[in-house]
T-cell receptor, first 110, second 117 residues
Framework: RKEVEQDPGPFNVPEGATVAFNCTYSNSASQSFFWYRQDCRKEPKLLMSVYSSGNEDGRFTAQLNRASQYISLLIRDSKLSDSATYLCVVNGGGRRALTFGSGTRLQVQP | GAGVSQTPSNKVTEKGKYVELRCDPISGHTALYWYRQSLGQGPEFLIYFQGTGAADDSGLPNDRFFAVRPEGSVSTLKIQRTERGDSAVYLC???????????????FGPGTRLLVL
């Protein structure tokens, strides 16, 4: 079983739609949580950090449920430019390295 | 300002050959990480440097892989006797200190695409 599990998708949604991605992690000692965005043939870039209290950045909302070891990302009013792979990432448990999920691919269609 | 840079951007080699991949981190970043990303997968950790020393090399798949960072800045990932299964994108990342409980942002370079024929 992978340490971070995500639905690979693809999620095909029309412009303006709301879409939600989920992931689960197995290491209960994980301390930091992130969503990274990766465009095709590009490097991953930090989208946002995820906190237990939830956090919002414009159209993006991230949530962490430590009890269930579950992380979510909600994108409202999808834009064509949101098309990318979204990587769920955890960190900690004694390690500095990031542990990535396999990513969820989003395709926003006109 | 300059981000993380990696050279070469692409490398094609033959099975059994030796390759070196270079990473130049963001100036002033003491922590440096190497990851490997295969098609359809997320990046997987290889090795982490704090300054000049390898603080965690638990992700290196076998002893054909080795990395150095002799002056605490540029790092080189070295792969001996390459195999077809080594084909992947090798990503380098850096962060300011690596000491903030793991919550620091890691900034990734564009990667080196390695193809072993």
């Amino acid at each position: 079983r992978k340490e971070v599990e995500q639905d690979p998708g693809p999620f095909n949604v029309p412009e303006g739609a709301t879409v939600a991605f989920n992931c689960t992690y197995s290491n209960s000692a994980s301390q930091s949580f992130f969503w990274y965005r990766q465009d095709c043939r590009k490097e991953p870039k930090l989208l946002m950090s995820v906190y237990s209290s939830g956090n919002e950045d414009g159209r993006f909302t991230a949530q962490l449920n430590r009890a269930s070891q579950y992380i979510s990302l909600l994108i409202r009013d999808s834009k064509l430019s949101d098309s990318a792979t979204y990587l769920c990432v955890v960190n900690g448990g004694g390690r500095r390295a990031l542990t990535f999920g396999s990513g969820t691919r989003l395709q926003v269609q006109p | 300002g300059a981000g993380v840079s990696q050279t070469p951007s692409n490398k094609v080699t033959e099975k059994g050959k030796y390759v070196e991949l270079r990473c130049d981190p963001i100036s002033g970043h003491t922590a440096l990480y190497w990851y490997r990303q295969s098609l359809g997968q997320g990046p997987e950790f290889l090795i982490y440097f704090q300054g000049t020393g390898a603080a965690d090399d638990s992700g290196l798949p076998n002893d054909r892989f080795f990395a150095v960072r002799p002056e605490g800045s540029v790092s080189t990932l070295k792969i001996q006797r390459t195999e077809r299964g080594d084909s992947a994108v090798y990503l380098c990342a850096s962060s300011l200190s690596g000491l903030a409980g793991g919550g620091e942002t890691q900034y990734f370079g564009p990667g080196t695409r390695l193809l072993v024929l």
